[in-house]
């Protein structure tokens, strides 16, 4: 790392100009590529699955996208000649724009069930050529611009579906501005140098800004949400700007200790900057633990996220010592510099509110330690109730159209039009449409069902398929026990002595089936990302109790996480005020990518506590020292980092987005629990009451392990002089090296 730091610093220009190269590059190649993201969340094997496929090969014409067009009369109803007329020019404009393939409307004798029982409300079912994740959005606003432009006084006209959603503003880039902006005043407020403070989001923005656009290039070779790139942004911002500030605070601190710059820079590289690769290892590590899965949905943001953290930290520990070489001592503040020529360089000894913390935390480690168990266990409770399961439109804003097209279709037709079921079978012959015929009449009487369309058959008569309308929502818990009650029990039955083999599909059970399956995978991905992350921290600190500690740690914040994203959108407090939409189910797929990219990050803050804290270990061979020091010398800028990685994850409710405000308050809460609660006040009180035991690791084991270190040469020397010597050799050893004591010698 040192020599690496070195060629940044000695090639500054080039090493600016290389990355500025990469940014224009390969933005450039996304811009003129464009963007192909694709939402595919079906899971092979299913039975949603093999409906889809069924339905895709019978019926072709199907295969596009299907969006709704809804209109509503306060007075009068939608069948008065002024109204009808207006709505039927409006849809055959609709018919003749690109993109568009079909218009099916309630006038006429295709429309029966179209209109509402009072006669207020009606719908136009508006099919695309492609699929949602392929309409153009351009093509999706037309269509929106020419419904809209029908609404009178009396007349109200409303959009909903998979396509129109498209057209919904997302904020633009109000989020990363808000983000941003507030970073950079905590950055100011804590170094004091305009220079300083800028640096870290320079590096930060490089990095993330490059990945953005490699990440627009990656879904042209496989499946790629098309939320990855905006989590991708806002992981990247958080953990950029934060590993930045990391080896910034380092390299003033060897400014202040009357190092040259060139050495000030070689030596953060070499000891935080180890730290920073260390912990965005880790990061990856978490994310790409998602490839076990095997759903091709969660390959594309893992790869995408990763790539986000790769580039980040290459930021960090390239683009950023060559930035630091060219402000020099700018990095400092005037008050800091002008300090610095007047009394010389003196160490930079943690005083103020982090050295009385830190000595509160060693008087009384059993009382705080039981206060911060007490909070988190409080704010875990809700993940208890945790319910995965379909966030439909109606969870979307109430300013929203498709928000408002899904409350009219629920109001005048019932909510289960907004989600049918679709049952979808081969046919063998004559007596498998008889045997349909009856299951058409036995469905009809079925719990929860509210209406079913007739059987619709291929030209070839080789496959049939009909609709469910259910009497509740596609979120609704009645409705997924409606599939369940389907595939168990109703059509189990009707198919005894049949050829029929019935498929239950439809959004409801599709989410339903990709729910199950990972949720039977839930465990051994878990079990392999905290494996492997405690495997990486067995080899870094060499000991048996920092892991487990860590492993305890990150599932007590992620389960906290948990609780605060069910508090708020499962539950709706507060939702409707943070214009986050109404409360409904989690997705399915959140849990993992939240389980992921929540350990990686909190394995940030282990990494930098715990390593300072190894460094003053290997030192000294004194427990209580080593975490004292290390909490009040890395609590300052843990706190600070904590505060900037918040703002940055909070700004993300602006999107607009609700999966990205789900990540950005998950990640957030998670964030502020790790820093004020886990790593400032559990961890050190724990490894206080536990004394020499944090360091413990059998010797067979140590001897067998590869030796991989986070700490700079010196601690490792040190290290090496400890696990020669015999204790009291090893008192000896220390007492050599200190010449006199300072306050990280008070005992707390």
Not at 62 to 70: F, I
Not at 148 to 163: M, N, P, Q
Not at 442 to 471: H, Q
């Amino acid at each position: 790392m040192a020599a690496l730091a070195r060629w940044c610093v000695q090639r500054r220009l080039v090493v600016v100009l290389l990355w500025l190269l990469a940014l224009g590059g390969v933005t450039t190649a996304a811009a003129i590529t464009g963007s192909a993201y694709s939402n595919d969340y079906e899971v092979p094997g299913t039975e949603s699955g093999r409906a889809t496929q069924l339905l895709r090969d019978g019926f072709p014409d199907l295969g596009g996208d299907s969006d709704t067009v809804v209109w509503h009369t306060a007075s009068g109803t939608v069948r008065t000649a002024d109204v009808e007329q207006a709505m039927t020019r409006t849809l055959e404009r609709i018919e003749a724009l690109p993109g568009v393939a079909a218009v099916s409307g309630p006038y006429g004798d295709q429309g029966i069930g179209r209109i509402s029982a009072d006669g207020h409300t009606a719908y136009a079912t508006v099919t695309f050529d492609d699929s949602a994740e392929n309409v153009d959005r351009g093509e999706a606003q037309a269509v929106v611009g020419v419904a809209k432009d029908a609404e009178t006084d009396g007349l109200r006209v409303e959009l909903g579906g998979s396509a129109i959603g498209l057209t919904e503003s997302s904020g633009g880039h109000v989020a990363e501005v808000v983000g941003v902006a507030v970073a950079a005043v905590v950055l100011f407020l804590a170094f004091g140098s305009l220079a300083a403070s800028l640096l870290p989001i320079a590096t930060a923005l490089v990095g993330v800004g490059t990945a953005y656009a490699g990440i627009v290039l990656l879904g042209h070779a496989m499946t790629v949400a098309d939320f990855a790139p905006m989590l991708g942004m806002l992981i990247g911002l958080g953990v950029g700007i934060d590993y930045a500030l990391f080896i910034v605070t380092r390299h003033r601190r060897g400014l202040k200790r009357g190092l040259s710059v060139a050495e000030a820079v070689t030596s953060a590289v070499a000891t935080t900057g180890r730290a920073v690769v260390f912990a965005g290892a880790t990061v990856c590590i978490a994310l790409l633990g998602m490839l076990i899965l095997r759903l091709g949905f969660l390959n594309g943001v893992a790869i995408a996220a990763s790539l986000t953290v790769v580039l980040t930290v290459a930021a960090s520990v390239t683009l950023l010592p060559a930035l630091l070489s060219l402000i020099g001592m700018r990095a400092l503040s005037r008050r800091e510099r002008r300090h610095l020529a007047e009394h010389g360089p003196q160490p930079e000894l943690p005083t103020g509110l982090a050295a009385r913390w830190s000595a509160f935390v060693e008087r009384h480690p059993k009382l705080l330690g039981a206060l911060a168990l007490a909070v988190i266990a409080v704010l875990a409770l809700p993940t208890l109730g945790l319910r995965l399961g379909t966030s439909d439109q109606g969870n979307n804003p109430q300013a929203s159209t498709t928000r408002e097209a899904y409350d009219l279709l629920a109001d005048g037709f019932g909510p289960g039009v907004n989600g049918p079921l679709t049952l979808v079978t081969h046919v063998g012959g004559a007596e498998d449409k008889l045997a349909l015929d009856n299951l058409d009449a036995t469905i009809r009487t079925t719990e929860g069902v509210a209406s079913v369309t007739p059987v619709t058959y291929d030209t070839g008569g080789d496959t049939a398929y009909f609709t469910i309308v259910p009497e509740s929502s596609p979120q609704s818990q009645r409705t997924s026990d409606l599939v369940d009650r389907l595939r168990t029990e109703v059509l189990p039955r009707a198919e005894t002595g049949t050829g029929l083999d019935v498929q239950v599909g439809g959004v409801t059970a599709g989410y339903d089936d990709f729910a199950d399956v990972i949720v039977g995978k839930l465990p051994v991905f878990v079990g392999v990302v905290i494996g492997l992350g405690c495997l990486l921290l067995l080899l870094a600190f060499r000991s048996v109790g920092i892991p487990l500690k860590a492993a305890v740690m990150n599932v007590a914040a992620v389960a906290a996480a948990f609780g605060v994203v069910v508090a708020i959108f499962q539950w709706g407090w507060g939702s409707e005020l943070l214009g986050l939409g109404r409360a409904g189910p989690i997705e399915p797929f959140l849990p993992v990518i939240m389980v992921s990219v929540l350990f990686g990050l909190s394995m940030d803050y282990q990494v930098f506590l715990v390593s300072r804290m190894y460094e003053e270990w290997l030192e000294t061979g004194d427990n209580r020292r080593a975490v004292r020091v290390g909490l009040a010398e890395t609590s300052r800028v843990i706190n600070s980092a904590a505060v900037i990685m918040i703002s940055v994850f909070l700004a993300f409710v602006l999107s607009g987005d609700r999966v990205i405000a789900m990540f950005g308050i998950a990640l957030a809460a998670a964030v502020a629990l790790d820093a004020f609660v886990l790593r400032t006040l559990l961890v050190p009180a724990l490894m206080h009451l536990l004394g020499g035991a944090n360091w413990w690791l059998p010797r067979w084991l140590d001897r067998r392990m590869p030796r991989i270190s986070i700490e700079p040469p010196e601690c490792r020397a040190a290290h090496e002089r400890l696990a020669a010597a015999t204790d009291a050799e090893a008192a000896d050893v220390l007492a050599k090296g200190r010449e006199e004591e300072d306050v990280r010698d008070i005992s707390g």
